[in-house]
């Protein structure tokens, strides 16, 4: 694996200092680019093979939104309130981004569905969600 996206919420203390202080740590195994999630903004994926997500549910959700129809494989490391999508403990995050860089990973497929809310005619809302 030569490159991925580390991703969370950086208006949190405790998430930014996580993943800054891994920085280092990543920067010797694979070339990592860190996106803000709290902007809600469209993630380009720019060439990564993976997204690492700091932070709870949200910020996966807000990853996948983000991505689109770019998807790319998304591994949770848990540091919110929930934590049913993540997989990763932020305590062995370390030894276990060992493994996925060096391929030791399943990749499990969730359907991604898109939502509309139309009213006479107009469109309203539209909104992404995972199954």
């Excluded at 690492?52 to 991505?67: E, H, K, N």
């Excluded at 860089?101 to 139309?118: A, C, E």
Aim: with cysteine.
């Amino acid at each position: 694996m030569k490159k991925i996206l580390v991703l969370g919420d950086l208006s949190k203390k405790k998430i930014h200092d996580t993943i800054f202080g891994l920085k280092p740590w990543l920067d010797k195994h694979v070339v990592a680019e860190i996106l803000d999630v709290s902007k809600g903004k469209k993630i380009e994926k720019r060439g990564a093979e993976i997204a690492v997500v700091f932070g709870g549910d949200g910020a996966i959700l807000s990853t996948c939104r983000g991505l689109g129809k770019n998807q790319i494989p998304i591994i949770g490391v848990h540091m919110g309130r929930f934590g049913f999508l993540a997989e990763l403990m932020e305590k062995n995050v370390c030894a276990s981004l060992e493994k996925i860089f060096t391929g030791k990973y399943q990749v499990h497929k969730r359907m991604l569905l898109l939502s509309r809310i139309v009213r006479a005619g107009n469109m309203i809302n539209e909104s992404m969600g995972i199954n």
